[in-house]
Nanobody
Framework: QVQLVESGGGLVQAGGSLRLSCAASGRTLRGYAMGWFRQAPGKEREFVAGINWSGGSTYYADSVKGRFTISRDINERLVYLQMNSLKPEDTAVYYC????????????????RGQGTQVTVSS
């Protein structure tokens, strides 16, 4: 069973950037698709970005396309979310999650997730 730990969140002004990291322990992420989700207070959790098992396909919510980039490292233990041009509406707790089927799209089976990291964007 893979365990996931997110880091890199914080407070940033609108227009700024943050890079979130998701570290795996227990096993590598080889074969897993990975995704990032977020949940703002009073709102449902939403899909932000996903990457398939090979890294060859990526998926993004319309709200973050062109601003966020998901990637995974060659050693298969880290996944990143580069967030640029941040907006106040991006404020949320961000979670990474693993999809053992390897697909990684918005409707994929992301069964395992971490504890989350808070991102706050001030206006």
């Amino acid at each position: 069973q893979v365990q996931l730990v997110e880091s890199g969140g914080g407070l940033v002004q609108a227009g700024g950037s943050l890079r979130l990291s998701c570290a795996a322990s227990g096993r590598t992420l080889r074969g897993y698709a990975m995704g990032w989700f977020r949940q703002a207070p009073g709102k449902e959790r939403e899909f932000v970005a996903g990457i398939n098992w090979s890294g060859g396909s990526t998926y993004y919510a319309d709200s973050v396309k062109g601003r966020f980039t998901i990637s995974r490292d060659i050693n298969e233990r880290l996944v990143y979310l580069q967030m640029n041009s941040l907006k106040p509406e991006d404020t949320a707790v961000y979670y990474c999650a693993a999809d053992p089927t390897g697909v990684g799209g918005p409707g994929a089976d992301f069964g395992t997730r971490g504890q989350g990291t808070q991102v706050t964007v001030s206006s």
